[in-house]
């Protein structure tokens, strides 16, 4: 294959991998959440506010520090975002790409991997604020003394507490994706290679196994039973 064919071949076979997967996974959060982490964690959040809001004078405390943690980390990961990106921006003029690997070519032109990239952290960026808008709408909502015993009110902010989790997993995802996209800069052998070895890393992060399912399941009956006989 002749050298400026490979970007044309490799680079969409790269990202047509995560796509795939990406669309496995969300399949299997919509259809049975229990296989993934993020369908886990989702109903592990539900019991917490529940648990949280059956006496919000107690709890009040310990609830406002744990979403103030989770807006930190929000926060960390957006200052991250778009300080990369700006810096990309100030140096987009400068096409210093080395060519180390067989295949790297700058046919496509250097521009577009870095503006690849930009749009990669800038959608990090604001996935991440918008998880934090979120958090901070649920930091009110949890500790309100009129909700207590609310089951419909109690439901409303289990899933605005998820959709901020939801926003943070996808800029999480954004931060994951720029690695593929920072290594076509050296050319898109090391991009195709990322691509499948990110694709393999997420599927042990993402999925979950029989013995953490069956406990989960278990728990969560036994918690939800003592929270609705407590509200």
């Not at 250097?110 to 503006?115: M, P, R, V, Y």
């Not at 996935?127 to 500790?143: D, E, G, K, M």
Request: glycine share 4%; charged share 15%.
């Amino acid at each position: 294959m002749e050298e400026q064919c490979l970007d044309y071949v490799l680079v969409p076979l790269g990202l047509l991998v995560l796509a795939i997967y990406h669309v496995w996974l969300l399949c299997n959060i919509l259809q049975n959440p229990s296989r993934t982490v993020i369908g886990l964690n989702a109903q592990s959040r539900h019991q917490w506010v529940l648990s949280m809001m059956t006496d919000p004078l107690k709890n009040g405390v310990l609830a406002v520090q744990t979403i103030r943690n989770n807006i930190m980390a929000s926060t960390l990961l957006a200052t991250t975002a778009i300080t990369l990106s700006s810096l990309i921006g100030i140096f987009s003029s400068s096409n210093s790409a080395s060519k180390l690997v067989y295949g790297n070519t700058t046919s496509l032109g250097s521009s577009i991997k870095q503006l690849s990239i930009s749009v990669c952290f800038l959608v990090a960026f604001l996935c991440n604020v918008q998880s934090i808008r979120y958090y901070a709408h649920v930091s009110f909502l949890i500790t309100a003394p009129t909700l207590k015993g609310k089951t419909d009110l109690i439901e409303y902010v289990a899933k605005t507490l998820n959709r901020g989790s939801y926003s943070w997993s996808l800029g999480l995802r954004a931060f994951y994706l720029s690695v593929p996209l920072v290594l076509w800069i050296y050319g898109p052998i090391p991009m195709v290679a990322c691509c499948f070895f990110t694709t393999f890393v997420l599927y042990f992060l993402d999925s979950t196994t029989q013995i953490t399912r069956d406990l989960h399941i278990k728990s969560f009956k036994e918690r939800e039973t003592r929270d609705i006989e407590s509200a």
